[in-house]
């Protein structure tokens, strides 16, 4: 198994940034890609930004490209999503998630583990 724990969450006003961070740990060798996905109240869970763990191959969703990065740090097991410019349509409780295979990087149901979330919230 592997265990995912984010970090970094809060409320912050529109333009600004937060850092996210999942930290990994168990068999996280097994690790093929991490991926962040976010869920606002009443909408679906959706993905955000994914990366691949050993090549660091990235992949965003189009309202994020220019604005969100995502980073490894191999060995602290850490993935980190740096979010700039942020907008109160960012406003979501945020995932990290690893897939185990290479899948489908932007559907939820390919990736295995899950962390319990962090909660991001920007004001207008």
């Known amino acids: 198994q592997v265990q995912l724990v984010e970090s970094g969450g809060g409320l912050v006003q529109a333009g600004g940034s937060l850092r996210l961070s999942c930290a990994a740990s168990?068999?996280?060798?097994?690790?093929?890609?991490l991926g962040w996905f976010r869920q606002a109240p009443g909408k679906e869970r959706e993905f955000v930004a994914a990366?691949?763990?050993?090549?660091?191959?990235?992949y965003y969703t189009d309202s994020v490209k220019g604005r969100f990065t995502i980073s490894r740090d191999n060995a602290k097991s850490t993935v980190y999503l740096q979010m700039d410019s942020l907008r109160p349509e960012d406003t979501a409780v945020y995932f990290c998630?690893?897939?185990?295979?290479?899948?489908?990087?932007?559907?939820?149901?390919?990736?295995?583990?899950w962390g319990q979330g962090t909660q991001v919230t920007v004001l207008p």
């Open positions: 998630a690893t897939q185990l295979y290479s899948g489908t990087y932007y559907q939820d149901y390919t990736y295995r583990y």
């Open positions: 168990g068999r996280t060798f097994t690790t093929y890609r």
């Open positions: 990366i691949t763990w050993s090549s660091a191959s990235t």
